[in-house]
């Protein structure tokens, strides 16, 4: 009888990437993947410990997994093992622990545990130069992939504790990338995005770069669709945009990691750059793109963050008029230069502050759409909804604007021109099919 393995993902994209991998991985070595409920005989939980409610979420899910099956083995995954290896060990409810960069092994050390029992598998990821080669043909998804390309991070913001719990930057080598993605193109997928713990700085250990792997994942024949995933603003040179409108594949989708609008913040966060060069960097990218959506992230509250400093983010945020900007409010990791900043900010102000700039992106974000009204647009369709008692197919255009469609059809799938219409469905555009 096959062994029953229940996996839960927490956290960004590259950890659901690593997290299909590893599914795939154990029903090659003849485990049947179930739901994350009871009856598993293990049960992977891929954690992530970005913020302190990340970290409660993961060790919330490792103690589910143990009362949904207490004889089950439950294995904790990831970065908050990397960072808490001797809580986890310490914790009745967890019976492994596997660290980053062993994720490769998942069906080899389940074998060793039931030989031996070992419990640990956690190397040292702050001094290895090796990246943890993983890959999929397929995904949750059944239009778009995300492929990761990169781990590590050399940059060590005042706030983050990424660099310690994934390394330094270590690159995917361009063929391996060029492989997988012909493999996804070849099961139908016609949409990739390339992603990264910091993937701007792809290459640097290689001596190649982003750049260069765009444009080789853009020989692709049947992928139409590349997106990237969280780019530094620095990489926006005049070369980077100009080299990337000429590639018609690419969409004009842009995440630029901004944190705050405040030079004097920026500054505290060891973010390396001006606001007015952030600035600069969505100039560049809208001379060379129309309209593009740029979208971003920011902090509030950070550690001597000021009602004057918050205001200059605010204005500068209103001004520049981005498409998304998703919020976040400062949360404390220990180990990190900002954890023993002085003046930290209550909770109570970091609610305040994000409910304002949460209304600023509402704003921002209906503008940018609303805009897209009376367009003929490509959209790339991926589900068939229920909207309001209508039936309709749900997509994305190059710019990621969901867009609906009256499901008279299947079009799962297909990449479709539509005219937009200035109708909403539970908050999503409706379009009308171009025939």
Same mark, same amino acid.
């Given at each position: 009888?096959?062994?029953?393995?229940?996996?839960?993902?927490?956290?960004?994209?590259?950890?659901?990437?690593?997290?299909?991998?590893?599914?795939?991985?154990?029903?090659?070595?003849?485990?049947?993947?179930?739901?994350?409920?009871?009856?598993?005989?293990?049960? %992977? %939980?891929? *954690?992530?410990?970005? *913020?302190?409610?990340?970290?409660?979420?993961?060790?919330?899910?490792?103690?589910?997994?143990?009362?949904?099956?207490?004889?089950?083995?439950?294995?904790?995954?990831?970065?908050?093992?990397?960072?808490?290896?001797?809580?986890?060990?310490? #914790?009745?409810?967890?019976?492994?622990? =596997?660290?980053?960069? &062993?994720?490769?092994?998942?069906?080899?050390?389940?074998?060793?545990?039931?030989?031996?029992?070992?419990?640990?598998?956690?190397? #040292?990821?702050?001094?290895?130069?090796?990246?943890?080669?993983?890959?999929?043909? &397929?995904?949750?998804?059944?239009?778009?992939?995300?492929?990761?390309?990169? #781990?590590?991070?050399?940059?060590?913001?005042?706030?983050?504790?990424?660099?310690?719990?994934?390394?330094?930057?270590?690159?995917?080598?361009?063929? #391996?990338?060029?492989?997988?993605?012909?493999?996804?193109?070849?099961?139908?997928?016609?949409?990739?995005?390339? @992603?990264?713990?910091?993937?701007?700085?792809?290459?640097?250990?290689?001596?190649?770069?982003?750049?260069?792997?765009?444009?080789?994942?853009?020989?692709?024949?049947?992928?139409?669709?590349?997106?990237?995933?969280?780019?530094?603003?620095? =990489?926006?040179?005049?070369?980077?945009?100009?080299?990337?409108?000429?590639?018609?594949?690419?969409?004009?989708?842009?995440?630029?990691? !901004?944190?705050?609008?405040?030079?004097?913040?920026?500054?505290?966060?060891? /973010?390396?750059?001006?606001?007015?060069?952030?600035?600069?960097?969505?100039?560049?990218? /809208? /001379?060379?793109?129309?309209?593009?959506?740029?979208?971003?992230?920011?902090?509030?509250?950070?550690?001597?963050? @000021?009602?004057?400093?918050?205001?200059?983010?605010?204005?500068?945020?209103?001004?520049?008029?981005?498409?998304?900007?998703?919020?976040?409010?400062?949360?404390?990791?220990?180990? *990190?230069?900002?954890?023993?900043?002085?003046?930290?900010?209550?909770?109570?102000?970091?609610?305040?502050?994000?409910?304002?700039?949460?209304?600023?992106?509402?704003?921002?974000?209906?503008?940018?759409?609303?805009?897209?009204?009376?367009?003929?647009?490509?959209? !790339?369709?991926?589900?068939?909804?229920? !909207?309001?008692?209508?039936?309709?197919?749900?997509?994305?255009?190059?710019?990621?604007?969901?867009?609906?469609?009256?499901?008279?059809?299947?079009?799962?799938?297909? =990449?479709?021109?539509? &005219?937009?219409?200035?109708?909403?469905?539970?908050? %999503?555009?409706?379009? &009308?099919?171009?025939?």
């Amino acid at each position: 009888m096959k062994k029953k393995a229940a996996l839960h993902n927490l956290g960004c994209k590259v950890n659901a990437y690593e997290m299909e991998a590893m599914q795939q991985m154990l029903e090659e070595a003849g485990y049947e993947t179930v739901p994350f409920a009871p009856g598993a005989d293990v049960y %992977i %939980i891929n *954690t992530c410990t970005v *913020t302190s409610i990340a970290d409660r979420k993961s060790r919330q899910m490792l103690h589910k997994a143990k009362k949904m099956n207490p004889r089950a083995v439950v294995v904790a995954v990831g970065c908050y093992v990397q960072a808490s290896k001797e809580e986890l060990e310490a #914790d009745e409810a967890v019976d492994l622990v =596997i660290g980053n960069n &062993r994720k490769k092994d998942i069906v080899k050390i389940l074998e060793e545990y039931e030989k031996s029992r070992a419990e640990e598998f956690v190397i #040292d990821v702050n001094h290895t130069g090796e990246y943890e080669n993983l890959s999929i043909t &397929r995904t949750a998804e059944h239009t778009r992939a995300y492929i990761k390309v990169q #781990d590590g991070c050399n940059q060590f913001c005042s706030y983050c504790i990424i660099p310690y719990v994934r390394g330094r930057v270590r690159s995917r080598r361009p063929e #391996d990338v060029a492989d997988e993605v012909r493999r996804l193109a070849e099961n139908g997928y016609r949409e990739v995005v390339l @992603t990264g713990i910091h993937l701007s700085s792809y290459g640097i250990d290689l001596g190649t770069s982003l750049l260069e792997l765009i444009k080789a994942v853009h020989e692709t024949e049947g992928i139409e669709r590349i997106r990237l995933g969280s780019l530094e603003p620095r =990489i926006i040179t005049e070369e980077f945009a100009r080299e990337l409108a000429s590639l018609p594949k690419v969409c004009p989708h842009f995440h630029l990691s !901004l944190q705050s609008g405040c030079d004097a913040t920026l500054k505290r966060m060891n /973010r390396r750059y001006t606001a007015e060069e952030y600035a600069e960097k969505c100039g560049l990218l /809208r /001379r060379y793109f129309d309209d593009p959506a740029l979208t971003t992230d920011v902090i509030v509250g950070f550690p001597g963050e @000021t009602k004057e400093e918050f205001e200059t983010t605010r204005a500068f945020l209103e001004d520049l008029k981005l498409y998304e900007t998703h919020i976040f409010k400062y949360s404390r990791r220990k180990g *990190t230069r900002a954890d023993a900043m002085p003046d930290q900010v209550s909770d109570e102000e970091k609610g305040e502050r994000s409910a304002v700039l949460l209304a600023l992106n509402e704003k921002n974000r209906e503008a940018f759409e609303n805009r897209r009204a009376g367009r003929e647009d490509q959209v !790339l369709f991926e589900e068939y909804v229920s !909207l309001d008692g209508r039936d309709y197919y749900v997509g994305h255009t190059r710019e990621y604007v969901k867009l609906a469609v009256l499901a008279e059809e299947n079009y799962a799938n297909q =990449i479709l021109s539509v &005219r937009v219409g200035e109708e909403r469905r539970q908050g %999503i555009l409706v379009c &009308r099919r171009q025939f």
